[in-house]
Nanobody
Framework: QVQLVESGGGSVQPGGSLRLSCAAS????????MGWYRQAPGKQRELVAA???????NYVDSVKGRFTVSRDNAKNTVYLQMNSLKPEDTAVYYC?????????WGQGTQVTVSS
C-alpha cells in the first residue's frame, strides 16, 4: 500500500519560513490531486493547499500569498513552502489526496510558530 510520509516541520519565529515535504512510496503523486492539511489543537483538520494532477493550485484564504504547494513527479514528492509564518499557523501538517482517503493519513509533521 502507498504510504505518505511528511517531514520538514519545526519551530520558527513569526515571519519565518519552513518547507514541508511529503514523500510517496509509489508513483501516485503525478496521477492524483494532492493536498496539505493541518490540524491545530482543539480544531478540525482543514485543507490549506491543494495541487491538481494538472498542476493547478488552490489555497485557503488564510494562507494565500504566503504558502506555495508544488510537486516533483520524478521524486513522487509534494512540497509546501511556507513563508511569513504566523502563530495561527501552528498545527500538525499532513499530506493526503484530495479528497482525502482515510487510510492514508500519516504521522504528520509539527509546525510551531512562536516568539
Amino acid at each position: 500500500q502507498v504510504q505518505l510520509v511528511e517531514s520538514g516541520g519545526g519551530s520558527v519565529q513569526p515571519g519565518g519560513s519552513l518547507r514541508l515535504s511529503c514523500a510517496a512510496s509509489g508513483s501516485i503523486v503525478s496521477l492524483n490531486h494532492m493536498g496539505w492539511y493541518r490540524q491545530a489543537p482543539g480544531k478540525q483538520r482543514e485543507l490549506v493547499a491543494a495541487i491538481t494532477s494538472g498542476g493547478k493550485q488552490n489555497y485557503v484564504d488564510s494562507v494565500k500569498g504566503r504558502f506555495t504547494v508544488s510537486r516533483d513527479n520524478a521524486k513522487n514528492t509534494v512540497y509546501l513552502q511556507m513563508n511569513s509564518l504566523k502563530p495561527e499557523d501552528t498545527a500538525v501538517y499532513y499530506c493526503n489526496f484530495v479528497p482525502f482517503r482515510g487510510d492514508y493519513w500519516g504521522q504528520g509533521t509539527q509546525v510551531t510558530v512562536s516568539s
